[in-house]
């Protein structure tokens, strides 16, 4: 193909044509490491209790892996909804992750790129095989805290 015909400020056009259907790779993201999934469970309850407002908590729902999908691959996609009530918002800087080992493992930094008032979804999460176990915390902008517990299984 010639293209010797187009004018200068048409070469944006084609370029930007031929950027768009050039395949994009994502990144994925060690969400868990084979170090930190070899440690010991933790010891909290196998529940988050939380408690105070006597108005509706923000939510933590689990999109994906879907809570009764059974094993998955990894990489995987992780989606949490994250959801406020009574015209309230998330507050995305009191969103904690948590890796329910011993030691706890903060993946907080890691996943904050991926918080947004809406919720958290990274699209290529590397996570080791293994039952893994996590915690969500939060809360809304009038101080209200919520979160969930969530497990899923890698297989190999």
């Known amino acids: 193909m010639r293209f010797g015909h187009l004018r200068r400020r048409q070469w944006g056009g084609v370029l930007g044509a031929v950027l ?3 395949p994009t790779q994502a ?3 060690q969400l868990v490491t084979s170090e930190e ?8 309850p196998p529940t988050l209790e939380v408690r105070g407002s006597p108005t509706r908590r923000p939510n933590v729902t689990i999109v994906s892996p879907a809570p009764n999908a059974g094993a998955v691959s ?8 994250l959801q406020a009530f009574g015209g309230a918002k ?10 329910r080992k011993t030691p706890l493992i903060d993946l907080t930094q890691r996943l904050r790129p991926y918080i947004t008032a809406d919720g958290i979804e990274v699209p290529d999460a590397e996570i080791p095989a293994g039952i893994h176990q996590f915690r969500v915390e939060l809360r809304d902008k009038d101080g209200r805290a919520g979160g ?3 497990s899923f299984e890698v297989r190999k």
């Open 20 to 22: 768009l259907v050039l």
């Open 27 to 29: 990144v994925a993201i």
């Open 37 to 44: 999934a070899a440690l010991p469970p933790d010891h909290l």
């Open 74 to 81: 990894s990489p995987l996609l992780l989606k949490l909804k």
């Open 90 to 99: 998330i507050d995305t800087d009191s969103v904690v992750v948590t890796y």
């Open 148 to 150: 969930a517990d969530f």
